[in-house]
């Protein structure tokens, strides 16, 4: 079975790196949900069983703990402007599981 996650970075830690583009009193876990179950509805008319999830947190440490209990791992990849690691490089994959990195 597929899990979609969207992981929500803890306020403060968005706010000490201004990463605010929006106020910080909107709902950012009401997004976070619509992006989840939109995702799940392109799987279903794929025929693909998901489930959806919404954490709060650390993104590599949440992702961390989540890998432990799945096979493979797909996570976006894009080049960093700041020559900072990515995310894929930077989550701790447990033994038997696979990433996957795609742009």
């Known amino acids: 079975m597929l899990t979609i996650l969207c992981v929500l970075p803890p306020r403060l830690w968005r706010a000490k790196r201004g990463q605010f583009v ?3 009193d909107k709902h950012d876990e009401g ?5 989840v179950t939109r995702a799940k509805s392109t799987c279903a008319e794929a025929g693909i069983k998901c489930e959806g999830r919404v954490r709060t947190g650390p993104p590599v440490g949440v992702i961390s703990e989540e890998a432990a209990d799945h096979e493979m791992l797909v996570v976006g990849s894009r080049p960093s402007m700041t020559g900072a690691p990515s995310l894929a490089e930077m989550v701790k994959l447990p033994d038997g599981c696979e990433l996957l990195a795609v742009p």
């Open 22 to 24: 929006i106020p910080p």
């Open 31 to 35: 997004f976070a949900q619509e992006q």
